[in-house]
């Protein structure tokens, strides 16, 4: 066994990873989706998820690069610009990053909607209860009363004043059949994906190639400081994105970053 092993064998709680570890961000992903998956709001396959997206951090060097910023700027000024902006919460997105989705939904006065792949009342109550207990007051998701056309039945759902209304959603970890039907519906889309070659950040108007939990922070920084810019000023920051690339940034770092 690796120290890196024996360090995330041992722990019960996140207090107890040693924040100089060298893999310290990772260990606490890691750890989170433990205690998701244990709490009922994360399910078994969020870990693979959580592995794969593990593997492209590493080669990533586990930091923000600077066209992920550019993109964390973008879309900060597309959902500050929107009418009704949606923020798309799963489970391992729910385990992860439950009060920094509040805190950015709030920067940008934006809408929560739990949208799972894979559905079950308890699961979606629990999550709506993990995200009132980080400081939601108002959880979207639980009426799922409208369906995104071209999707089969139980994926589709969403709710009709929430998802299926809004006109910029932010869809972190987005399986990619969804992220390409609400492609088709024609909405202002934002993926947070760490594989660049993924269906959904090759979808997104705006694809974020970072870890959600470096991302979403950044995001609702920079909305905090565009919170007075005009809307020349926001239209400016997302004319100039450029997403391939962004994309294209992303892969060169991945396959040839140094380690
Ligand atoms: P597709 O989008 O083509 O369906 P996939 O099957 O690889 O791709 P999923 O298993 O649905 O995708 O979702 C996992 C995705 O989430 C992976 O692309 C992975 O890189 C990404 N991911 C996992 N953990 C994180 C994280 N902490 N931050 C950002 N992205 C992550």
Partial sequence: MSDYDSVSADVETEEEIPEDHPRYQDLLTRHRIEAGVEKGITHLQGMHAEGRGSAFDYLLGEETIPSADEAERAAAAHLLLADRPVLSINGNVAALVPGEMTALADAVDAD?????????????????EHLREHGADDVKGLEADARIPNLDHKRAKVDADGIYE??????????????????????TEIVIDLNPLSRSPQVADVPVVDNIIRAVPTITEHARELADADETALRAIVEDFDRERALEAAEERIRSGDL
């Fill in 112 to 128: 929560l909607e739990v949208n799972l792949f894979n559905r079950t009342p308890d699961r979606i109550e629990a999550i709506a």
């Fill in 166 to 187: 809004a006109d910029v959603v932010l869809v972190p970890l987005e399986d990619g059949d969804r992220a390409e039907a609400l492609d088709e519906m024609g909405k």
